[in-house]
């Protein structure tokens, strides 16, 4: 499914106190993407994203989104059938755990999006999700979500999204809280299930690393406006551009022009690995 | 969710914002006693001295007049029914027409029960548009002080009650996350009332889970940092008495004291 979103403009608050939080945003998400949205605090991330799912409406007169064969501007838009479809993970997920177990918890979605699923079906299903959040399903399935760690909480409510089997899978700030090796493993969680669970995966997060790592194209987003799209490369190319809109440099861009200072030119799409290669190529080394 | 203002404070620096919270409650709760002593022959006459007096607050508040009259819109079905109450089942005075059901002194009753209704709200919106939560828990400290003689203790309450209204927009926020995560599963909160009430369940879990979590968090900050309600604490922001107060109460007094002459209960 692809995103698009034309000409988006959103406010809050009443006529009297309007505060605008998107302004005038054009935005194409193809099907497949691993797609960053950064910004800094209060630029209007969290409104643009909550457009994909229909948890916030597109205003009157303030332009389009259409995901799929979805149009969210149309009054009579399926909007459960639009939510099986976009998955949606907050910050802090494991805040919406509720259910008795495991399974019932991560029952909930699928129930409500094919309530016609039999019981058989709906358990392989659960049973999947799970295991591709790396649990162990048969120890799990029983336990009370409250009695589980946080890493383990917020995998079975990331289970909980995709068990439906969306083809977006939208994150808002999903690996807040985590440290460094959980943040580690949640990225490898999110590229086994962009290899074969979800199509598409759209991140929002303030961890640049992360995005230049993972991404293969990045939004900014300044004051509520759209000011820049493109890769990690093409994002993070311009230091004082970047800094204008309150980011940091990943740490391979940072370094990057670091080097350059000292008469070293690299040339690499910014991540890891993509850096070393051309920090080799550029002291004419093998590798 | 965030249309629900709870603790509706305006922000500013006016007179009557500046006023000591203890004064401002005690004068708040003597004018609404000022509101229901309204009676007798002259009772257009105290009124008329209590909408006065409320409309003088406002200004010299500082406060929109809109704001003060939109606490009136939450209790308005309040106001219809008691007025409406009044005129069917009052059968004082003539009938308005021939063999008619409604009586000129039941209409006039049924429009000061909705003002007195509507002046007490405005009154008190005024206090709290007026007085922080954090102000208003101070000032019910230092009202309720003399209870401590009997053991009540007074500054747990008022900490309880100022941590309650703290953590009230918290959890309005809350729930509208709660509330969005479920619906990204799927919940949907329409429909029947039966429906709606099993709707609710995903939320309210969470939404209890986590003041327990919030709670502890505190409990434990609180202890970090040695806290105690011991008899010796003293306070950052010291609130003295000050010209203001003491105006505000000469008026207040009069108000009254002037509803009570006006009543004609006082026969000198
Ligand atoms: N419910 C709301 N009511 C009123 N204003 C809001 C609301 N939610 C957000 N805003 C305002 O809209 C703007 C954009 O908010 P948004 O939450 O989309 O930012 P964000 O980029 O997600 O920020 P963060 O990185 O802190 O999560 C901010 O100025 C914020 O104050
Ligand atoms: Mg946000």
Redesign the pocket.
């Known amino acids: 499914m692809q995103v698009k979103i034309e000409n988006l403009s959103y406010s809050?608050?009443s006529k009297k106190l309007k505060?605008k939080?998107?302004n005038d945003i054009c935005l194409e998400i193809k099907e497949g993407e691993f797609f960053g949205v950064v910004?800094?605090?209060?630029?209007?991330?969290?409104?643009?994203i909550q457009h994909l799912n229909g948890l916030i409406k597109v205003q009157k007169d303030s332009g389009k989104v259409i995901v799929g064969e979805y149009d969210l501007t149309d009054k009579k838009c399926d909007f459960k059938g639009l939510r099986a479809k976009v998955g949606m993970v907050f910050?802090y997920p494991e805040y919406q755990l509720f259910a008795e177990t495991v399974f019932e918890d991560v029952k909930f979605g699928l129930k409500n999006f094919y309530p016609n699923l039999t019981e058989k079906e709906m358990e392989e299903r659960i049973k999947k999700a799970v295991e591709t959040v790396g649990l162990d399903y048969e120890k799990i399935k029983e336990k009370s979500p409250f009695e589980l760690s946080g890493g383990q909480k917020r995998r079975v409510a990331i289970a909980g999204v995709i068990v439906s089997r969306p083809e977006v899978l939208v994150l808002?700030?999903p690996v807040a809280g985590l440290d460094p090796t959980g943040k580690r493993e949640f990225v490898s969680l999110l590229h086994a299930l962009h290899n074969d669970f979800v199509k598409t995966i759209i991140i929002?997060s303030?961890d640049m690393n992360l995005i230049a790592e993972n991404c293969d194209r990045v939004a900014v987003?300044n004051k509520?406006n759209l000011v820049k799209v493109g890769t990690p490369k093409e994002v993070f190319m311009d230091k004082v551009k970047v800094e204008e809109w309150g980011l940091e440099l990943p740490s391979t861009a940072y370094l990057t022009e670091k080097l350059r200072e000292k008469g070293i030119e690299i040339d690499s799409d910014l991540t890891i690995k993509g850096f070393i290669d051309g920090y080799i190529r550029a002291k004419g080394g093998e590798k | 969710m965030?249309d629900v203002t709870f603790g509706q404070y305006y922000p500013s620096h006016s007179f009557v914002h500046k006023m000591n919270p203890a004064i401002k409650i005690l004068l708040t709760i003597a004018y609404i006693v000022g509101v229901f002593l309204v009676s007798g022959d002259n009772y257009y006459a105290g009124f008329l001295a209590c909408v006065v007096f409320v409309l003088i607050a406002t200004i010299t508040a500082r406060v929109p007049i809109f704001r003060v009259l939109k606490s009136i819109k939450a209790i308005i079905f309040f106001v219809l029914l008691s007025a409406i109450l009044q005129i069917f089942f009052n059968k004082d005075g003539t009938p308005l027409w021939e063999n008619g059901f409604i009586t000129d002194k039941a209409l006039i009753a049924s429009g000061f029960i909705a003002l007195r209704i509507i002046l007490v709200v405005m009154g008190a919106s005024l206090l709290t548009l007026t007085t922080s939560p954090v102000e208003i828990a101070d000032g019910t400290e230092v009202l309720l002080a003399p209870l401590k003689l009997v053991k009540f203790p007074v500054h747990e309450f008022a900490l309880i009650m100022s941590i309650a209204l703290r953590f009230i927009p918290t959890l309005l926020e809350e729930t509208?996350r709660i509330i969005k995560a479920q619906q990204a599963r799927g919940a949907e909160f329409e429909g029947g009332i039966f429906k709606k009430a099993k709707a609710m369940i995903p939320v309210l879990i969470p939404l209890l889970i986590g003041s327990f979590r919030r709670a502890d968090e505190l409990a434990d900050a609180m202890d970090s940092r040695c806290y105690s309600g011991s008899k010796n604490r003293t306070k950052y922001k010291k609130m003295g008495l000050t010209y203001r107060d003491a105006i505000s109460f000469i008026i207040t007094g009069g108000l009254v004291a002037g509803v009570v002459l006006l009543n004609g209960v006082v026969i000198l």
């Open positions: 809050y608050g505060v939080a998107v910004g800094h605090t209060g630029s209007g991330k969290s409104t643009l910050q808002d700030e929002v303030h987003l509520g | 965030k509208d």
